[in-house]
């Protein structure tokens, strides 16, 4: 079955621009979770949803936002990037959210310049 | 609040050593812990989940033991090869819907 699959694999945006990141689940799916990764901070939770609702969020900025839509694909977006925002931006996907196995993507690269 | 610590930070072996590697946690309220393979660049690949009522999972060469009451999880690679080469990274789901709390990762490296 097919796995999570995130887009676009590699951004390069401009400082003040803002960026929209997709990610769909595996198939059944409900919960969606995203992560951003840099070299100094590791694995940060950024927000969760499951079913359309948000349910939990991490200690960002309100500069990053999401979304869930009815068939439980997602979409993450950053308005005024900054350097800092540079980073691997990974999804995952389980059943619940909670008692079961969470699986990745292959994460978006972005790059602020 | 829940932290994830990863010991060591990097472990460079000799192909076929068995090795182990170590992940603590702090608070023991979790639903469970996931092991988790990095290869440079790439997302996650998830190698084993052990619920909180379990003591250990086993995939092919791959061990994972949870002892929740002393928050502390370890992953042992039998016969490891050159293949291994990784960041093996633990997390915790902390019973707040849905997030993973991740170590900092112990970079892999097994030589021919």
């Known amino acids: 079955k097919a796995g999570v699959t995130q887009t676009p694999r590699y951004l390069i945006k401009t400082r003040g621009q803002q960026v929209t990141l997709s990610c769909s689940p595996i198939s059944g799916h409900r919960s969606v979770s995203w992560y951003q990764q840099t070299p100094g901070q590791g694995l940060q939770f950024l927000f969760e949803?499951?079913?359309?609702?948000?349910?939990n969020k991490g200690n960002f900025p309100g500069r990053f936002s999401g979304r869930q839509f009815s068939n439980s694909r997602s979409e993450m977006n950053v308005s005024t990037l900054e350097l800092g925002d540079s980073a691997l931006y990974l999804c995952a996907s389980s059943l619940d959210g909670d008692l079961t196995e969470a699986f990745f993507g292959q994460g978006t690269r972005l790059t602020v310049v | 609040k829940q932290e994830v610590t990863q010991i060591p930070a990097a472990l460079s072996v000799p192909e076929g050593e068995n090795l182990v590697l170590n992940c603590s946690f702090t608070d023991s309220a979790i639903y469970n812990l996931q092991w988790f393979r990095q290869d440079p660049g790439k997302g996650l690949t998830s190698l084993l989940l052990?619920?909180?009522?379990?003591r250990e999972q086993t995939s092919g060469r791959l061990n994972a033991s949870l002892d929740k009451s002393s928050g502390r999880s370890t992953l042992y690679i039998a016969a490891s090869q050159p293949g291994d080469s990784a960041t093996y990274l633990c997390?915790?789901?902390?019973?707040?819907?849905?997030?993973?709390?991740f170590g900092q990762g112990t970079e892999l490296s097994v030589k021919p």
């Open positions: 949803y499951f079913s359309e609702t948000q349910r």
């Open positions: 997390a915790v789901n902390s019973r707040v819907g849905g997030k993973l709390i």
């Open positions: 052990i619920q909180s009522s379990q």
